[in-house]
């Protein structure tokens, strides 16, 4: 078998959009941790329910008077002193929900954490709507980000094999990546923005039912949270699969646009995608 040969799977488009969104996403994951610090509790419906919140991130004095950092979730309460609630910061324990390395910018600072995060928003969502709509249009694309009819059925198959860690480097995704990429671009991305809509007043006097949608706007927080979490566990896992199989190759499809299949045994087709 020969060593394989380079096929284009993505173009220009797609490429830059994959490095400005990640951009995007790391100052808005970080400007918005900065942004629940000044108000690290969490709630379902329209109100604060100061007394019961949904999830808390705080700093109490433990039996033995010393401070300590904990998590409340659902009654519950975890420990975790040192990286949540409490941590370092030059040298010294400080009360916050996450720790200054994990927030833009490091200080505590509200007014600047907001800036950067609608900043980030306002590049974001326009650039996702447009990638959206591309998707939809483009034939090329549908094919390249759609499940085939055989592979729906191999689907099984496919967990089974990646859960295994072995990949096939084919010039098409396989069904798996297809129905991930799926709900994460026409799922969890627009939950994303659409609930980070609906805690904004401006846009709940101009659409009111999205406060009916994702019941009120702290439970509209709350998921908003809960996607931006979701969103982490995909970069988390993404990033694992282009290590283990084949980081060099991965990146080169996402910087060149050119992606080495396994072997020229068998025709590839050139997929052009913008």
Same mark, same amino acid.
């Given at each position: 078998m020969r060593r394989g040969r380079l096929v284009r799977r993505h173009g220009l488009f797609t490429r830059v959009w994959h490095w400005v969104n990640l951009a995007c996403l790391v100052i808005l994951l970080m400007s918005g941790l900065q942004i629940f610090n000044a108000h690290p509790s969490l709630y379902w419906g329209n109100d604060s329910t100061f007394d019961a919140p949904a999830l808390q991130i705080t700093a109490v004095r433990g039996d033995d008077g010393a401070p300590? $950092? +904990?998590? /409340? +979730? #659902?009654? =519950? /309460? +975890?420990?975790?002193?040192?990286?949540? $609630? *409490? %941590? /370092?910061?030059?040298?010294? *324990?400080?009360?916050? #929900?996450? &720790? %200054?390395? #994990?927030? *833009? &910018?490091? &200080?505590?600072? *509200?007014?600047?954490?907001? =800036?950067w995060h609608f900043a980030a928003a306002w590049i974001f969502g326009p650039l996702l709507l447009a990638y959206l709509a591309y998707t939809l249009i483009s034939p090329t694309r549908r094919r390249l980000i759609w499940p085939t009819a055989a592979q729906w059925r191999a689907l099984p198959a496919t967990i089974a094999h990646h859960a295994r860690l072995k990949f096939d480097h084919g010039a098409d995704y396989n069904g798996l990546q297809k129905l991930t990429y799926l709900l994460v671009l026409f799922g969890l991305l627009p939950l994303m923005v659409l609930t980070g809509l609906t805690m904004s007043p401006t846009m709940n006097a101009a659409w009111p039912w999205l406060l009916d949608v994702f019941g009120g706007r702290q439970s509209a927080r709350t998921l908003h949270f809960i996607f931006a979490f979701a969103l982490v566990a995909f970069f988390v896992i993404h990033l694992v699969l282009v290590l283990i199989s084949g980081v060099r190759n991965n990146l080169r499809s996402m910087i060149t646009g050119r992606y080495r299949i396994g072997s020229d045994t068998a025709p590839a087709k050139d997929n052009r995608h913008a």
């Amino acid at each position: 078998m020969r060593r394989g040969r380079l096929v284009r799977r993505h173009g220009l488009f797609t490429r830059v959009w994959h490095w400005v969104n990640l951009a995007c996403l790391v100052i808005l994951l970080m400007s918005g941790l900065q942004i629940f610090n000044a108000h690290p509790s969490l709630y379902w419906g329209n109100d604060s329910t100061f007394d019961a919140p949904a999830l808390q991130i705080t700093a109490v004095r433990g039996d033995d008077g010393a401070p300590m $950092g +904990i998590v /409340r +979730i #659902a009654g =519950y /309460r +975890i420990d975790t002193t040192g990286v949540l $609630g *409490l %941590s /370092r910061h030059n040298g010294e *324990l400080d009360q916050r #929900a996450f &720790p %200054s390395w #994990a927030t *833009l &910018p490091g &200080p505590q600072w *509200l007014a600047m954490g907001r =800036y950067w995060h609608f900043a980030a928003a306002w590049i974001f969502g326009p650039l996702l709507l447009a990638y959206l709509a591309y998707t939809l249009i483009s034939p090329t694309r549908r094919r390249l980000i759609w499940p085939t009819a055989a592979q729906w059925r191999a689907l099984p198959a496919t967990i089974a094999h990646h859960a295994r860690l072995k990949f096939d480097h084919g010039a098409d995704y396989n069904g798996l990546q297809k129905l991930t990429y799926l709900l994460v671009l026409f799922g969890l991305l627009p939950l994303m923005v659409l609930t980070g809509l609906t805690m904004s007043p401006t846009m709940n006097a101009a659409w009111p039912w999205l406060l009916d949608v994702f019941g009120g706007r702290q439970s509209a927080r709350t998921l908003h949270f809960i996607f931006a979490f979701a969103l982490v566990a995909f970069f988390v896992i993404h990033l694992v699969l282009v290590l283990i199989s084949g980081v060099r190759n991965n990146l080169r499809s996402m910087i060149t646009g050119r992606y080495r299949i396994g072997s020229d045994t068998a025709p590839a087709k050139d997929n052009r995608h913008a």
